[in-house]
C-alpha cells in the first residue's frame, strides 16, 4: 500500500510542478510580448535568438514529457490499486483454501480410522464364515 500512497503524492506533486511551470511561462510570454515593442535592437535580437527562442522550445518538450510521466505515473497508481485488491482477494481465498484444506484432512483422517475398522470387522466375518459354514453343513447332515 505504500507505493501506491507515493505514486499518489508523485502525481499530486508532478501535477503542482506543471502547473506552476505553465503560469512561469505564460508569465514570461507575456513579458516579452510586452516588452517587444521596447526590446527592439540587436541586443534583444541576440538575447530572443540565443537564449528565448530556444527555452520556449525546450519548454514545450519539457511539458510534454512531464505529461507524459504524469500520464504513467497514473497508470502505474491504478496498476497498484488493482493489485492491492487482488493481493486483499487472494489472501482472503488463502484462508479459506486453508479452512477447507483442515477439514479435509479431519475427514480424511476419519476415513482412515473408518476404514480400518472396516477391515477389522471384515476379516472377523471372514473368519466366523468358517465356522457359519461348518455349521450349515452339520445342520444339512443332522436333516438327511
Same mark, same amino acid.
Given at each position: 500500500?505504500?507505493?501506491?500512497?507515493?505514486? %499518489? %503524492?508523485?502525481?499530486?506533486?508532478?501535477?503542482?510542478?506543471?502547473?506552476?511551470?505553465? $503560469?512561469?511561462?505564460?508569465?514570461?510570454?507575456?513579458?516579452?510580448?510586452?516588452?517587444?515593442?521596447?526590446?527592439?535592437?540587436?541586443?534583444?535580437? +541576440?538575447? /530572443?535568438?540565443?537564449?528565448?527562442?530556444?527555452?520556449?522550445?525546450?519548454?514545450?518538450?519539457?511539458?510534454?514529457?512531464?505529461?507524459?510521466?504524469?500520464?504513467?505515473?497514473? %497508470?502505474?497508481?491504478?496498476?497498484?490499486?488493482?493489485?492491492?485488491?487482488?493481493?486483499?482477494?487472494?489472501? +482472503?481465498? !488463502? +484462508?479459506?483454501? !486453508?479452512?477447507?484444506?483442515?477439514?479435509?484432512?479431519?475427514?480424511?483422517?476419519?476415513?482412515? !480410522?473408518?476404514?480400518?475398522?472396516?477391515?477389522?470387522?471384515?476379516? +472377523?466375518? %471372514?473368519?466366523?464364515?468358517?465356522?457359519?459354514? $461348518?455349521?450349515?453343513?452339520?445342520? /444339512?447332515?443332522?436333516?438327511?
Amino acid at each position: 500500500m505504500n507505493e501506491a500512497v507515493w505514486y %499518489k %503524492k508523485q502525481i499530486e506533486q508532478l501535477g503542482e510542478a506543471l502547473w506552476q511551470m505553465q $503560469q512561469q511561462f505564460r508569465t514570461l510570454q507575456d513579458y516579452r510580448k510586452d516588452n517587444q515593442r521596447l526590446w527592439n535592437d540587436n541586443a534583444a535580437y +541576440e538575447i /530572443n535568438g540565443r537564449y528565448l527562442n530556444p527555452h520556449e522550445k525546450s519548454y514545450e518538450q519539457i511539458l510534454q514529457a512531464l505529461q507524459q510521466q504524469q500520464t504513467l505515473l497514473q %497508470k502505474v497508481h491504478t496498476l497498484l490499486t488493482s493489485v492491492e485488491r487482488h493481493i486483499v482477494e487472494i489472501s +482472503e481465498l !488463502s +484462508e479459506e483454501i !486453508s479452512r477447507l484444506l483442515g477439514i479435509t484432512q479431519e475427514e480424511l483422517q476419519r476415513s482412515y !480410522s473408518n476404514y480400518d475398522m472396516f477391515i477389522t470387522y471384515h476379516l +472377523e466375518a %471372514k473368519s466366523g464364515l468358517r465356522e457359519v459354514y $461348518q455349521l450349515i453343513n452339520q445342520a /444339512n447332515k443332522a436333516c438327511n
